[in-house]
């Protein structure tokens, strides 16, 4: 059987493509057990992104990702893992004693023991940080966990998978950021922030896709923009070498 989206979310909601087109894509899930995570790797590094930026963090890597953006930089995560029970992760999570714990993949939410590991992870006290697409709906993530929404940018890709409904399911608290791999890029990322008046309702985050944007003219953009964004690096890569897996 293939998998689907968590019950509570229909397809249509979930804002994947048809089933037909990315089956190959979630394939390795399809022998995933219920109480099981097919996981690509979990470790404790610094956190690199986000607000949390610069904190000791675990980080939580699902593998399998039904998106293809140009630019991603964990393209191992797509069809890479060992299938683990959802008990043996939660205790491996609770056993490195960092109160900041990252769900990030791949994609999560194609995995629907994710969203019971995060209540668990959220009852033992840890901060929850949940990294995703944004083009499966977040409405059954627990309200106690931080999200931090990636709307892709047209250079990605996948820029049509959006689900701009996630937007009214965010919290103040929550996150939108974009990844920007072009003057393109950018332009559309800032008209979408006017248009949903993002920077008013949200912290914003703006990266640049890691060699494919000067620094320096991404800056500038946001000066010359009045939007009230953050630039985002990604500490990691600067700390150690960009391609060193398991920081």
């Known amino acids: 059987m293939l998998p689907q989206p968590p019950k509570s979310v229909s397809a249509s909601q979930s804002g994947l493509r048809p089933l037909q ?33 610069g904190l000791p963090c675990v980080f939580v890597r699902t593998a399998v990702c039904h998106q293809r953006c140009r630019w991603c930089d964990t393209p191992h995560a797509f069809n890479q893992g060992a299938m683990i029970p959802r008990a043996d992760v939660l205790a491996k999570v609770l056993s490195l004693n960092t109160p900041l714990v990252e769900i990030t993949g791949g994609e999560p939410l194609l ?3 994710v969203l019971p590991l995060m209540v668990e992870l ?10 995703t697409s944004g083009s499966i709906a977040v409405g059954p ?36 950021k974009f990844v920007v791999a072009s003057r393109r890029d950018w332009l559309w990322a800032s008209e979408t922030v006017k248009q949903h ?44 070498d960009p391609k060193t897996r398991g920081v």
């Open 111 to 113: 995995q629907a023991d």
């Open 122 to 131: 959220c009852n033992a006290g840890k901060t929850v940080l949940l990294e």
């Open 141 to 176: 993530v627990d309200a106690r966990v931080h999200i931090i929404m990636d709307l892709k940018c047209p250079d990605s890709g996948e820029c049509e998978q959006n689900l701009w409904s996630n937007l009214d399911k965010l919290k103040r608290s929550d996150e939108v």
């Open 21 to 53: 087109s990315i089956v190959h894509r979630i394939s390795p899930l399809k022998d995933l057990k219920p109480g099981e995570l097919l996981l690509h790797e979990l470790y404790r590094s610094l956190q690199g992104e986000s607000t949390y930026a």
């Open 197 to 240: 008046k993002l920077d008013e309702r949200f912290t914003v985050q703006v990266s640049a896709a890691f060699g494919e944007v000067n620094l320096k003219d991404l800056a500038e953009w946001i000066l010359q923009s009045g939007l009230n964004v953050r630039l985002q690096l990604q500490a990691h890569k600067y700390v150690w």
